[in-house]
């Protein structure tokens, strides 16, 4: 299996502490994506990562990729009760369409 | 700019019978994609379009699936005869181009009983 996985399975913070999500895989990649799933609604795109870039930032999501160790990071700094989701990472191999998901991340994030 | 949608939002349906499912890409998205999520397990590759033809269908599970995009917009997901095994999320998403952004859509749960 090409599946990701990701680490923790489940994680609970309180509000405006950092929570950090991390995403292994197991074959080369073209590109790595994270996305975010709020209960019941659809996949968001958050942010993609290419395989030679390193880390990437947007507001407060900071995604960090490390190819030897095909293993990748979200961290999303000063949490809000808004940011509790499922957050799963996505890779591509660079010669077709599809994407593989990893199993997710459920973020819970306590006012 | 519409996003994708899917219809129904929720199915409910008994083993045995059919399913059909939709998805409705983002106007000029060439690629459509289905995605499935069972029992919480990780979201799983269906198939693939490019228009109206079928790219990649490596991920059907077995022939009770039929994916078709006539005309190469909207594609619909027949699930005939339907199994308990076959609940869970199914989700449409569609791109412009190959390796950047997918967008999904709000996702199909289907139930079987």
């Known amino acids: 299996s090409q599946q990701g996985e990701e680490d923790p399975q489940a994680l609970s913070i309180q509000e405006g502490e950092n929570a950090t999500m991390n995403c292994s895989y197991k074959?080369?990649?073209?590109?790595l994506q994270w996305y975010r799933q709020n209960s019941g609604r659809g996949l968001v795109h958050l942010i993609l990562?290419?395989?030679?870039?390193r880390e990437k930032h947007s507001g407060r999501l900071r995604v960090t990729l490390d190819t030897s160790k095909k293993s990748s990071s979200l961290l999303i700094t000063a949490s809000r009760a808004a940011d509790t989701a499922s957050y799963f990472c996505?890779?591509?191999?660079?010669?077709?369409?599809?994407?593989?998901f990893g199993t997710g991340t459920s973020l819970t994030v306590i006012p | 700019e519409a996003g994708v949608t899917q219809f129904p939002s929720h199915s409910v349906i008994e083993k045995g019978q059919t399913v059909t499912l939709r998805c409705d890409p983002i106007?000029?998205?060439?690629?459509l994609y289905w995605y499935r999520r069972v029992m919480g397990k990780e979201i799983k590759f269906l198939l693939h379009?490019?228009?109206?033809?079928?790219?990649?269908e490596s991920g059907m599970p077995n022939n009770r699936f039929l994916a078709e995009r006539t005309g190469g917009t909207y594609s619909t997901l027949k699930v005939q005869p339907a199994e308990l095994e076959d609940s869970g999320v199914y989700f449409c998403?569609?791109?412009?181009?190959?390796?950047?952004?997918?967008?999904f859509g709000p996702g199909t749960r289907l139930t079987v009983l």
């Open positions: 996505a890779t591509d191999l660079g010669f077709e369409g599809q994407f593989y």
């Open positions: 106007s000029g998205h060439d690629n």
């Open positions: 074959t080369s990649i073209n590109n």
């Open positions: 990562i290419r395989s030679n870039e």
């Open positions: 998403a569609s791109s412009q181009d190959l390796y950047n952004e997918q967008f």
């Open positions: 379009f490019v228009k109206e033809s079928k790219q990649d």
